[in-house]
Nanobody
Framework: QVQLVESGGGLVQAGASLRLSCLAP????????MGWFRQAPGKERDFVAA???????YFADSVKGRFTISRDNVKNTVTLQMNSLKPEDAAVYYC????????????????WGQGTLVTVSS
């Protein structure tokens, strides 16, 4: 089973950028679509972005145009680049792996990382 380790969270001011990374050790990483979710205090965990094995990307409306997702199938990493951060982007961000090589809207990941905290001050 794929194991996921996130890094890159922290405290930034509104308007700043932050890059989150997810390392998925193991030779099966490139098989799966990968994604990022986030959960703010008192709220449900929400979809942020996903990337298929081939590199097709998908984004929540709230982050379109500000966030990008990419993957390196050699280094077994997936990256979430977050630009123009807003206070409402503050949350714990989770890396996730899907059970298929492609992503379809509403798919639920089957593997989750531990999460990394992003705080955005206004």
């Amino acid at each position: 089973q794929v194991q996921l380790v996130e890094s890159g969270g922290g405290l930034v001011q509104a308007g700043a950028s932050l890059r989150l990374s997810c390392l998925a050790p193991g030779r099966t990483f490139s098989t799966y679509a990968m994604g990022w979710f986030r959960q703010a205090p008192g709220k449900e965990r929400d979809f942020v972005a996903a990337i298929s094995r081939s590199g097709l990307t998908y984004f929540a409306d709230s982050v379109k145009g500000r966030f990008t997702i990419s993957r390196d199938n050699v280094k077994n990493t997936v990256t979430l680049q977050m630009n123009s951060l807003k206070p409402e982007d503050a949350a714990v961000y989770y890396c996730a792996a899907y059970s298929r090589s492609y992503y379809s809207t509403g798919d639920t990941p089957n593997v989750w990382g531990q999460g990394t905290l992003v705080t955005v001050s206004s």
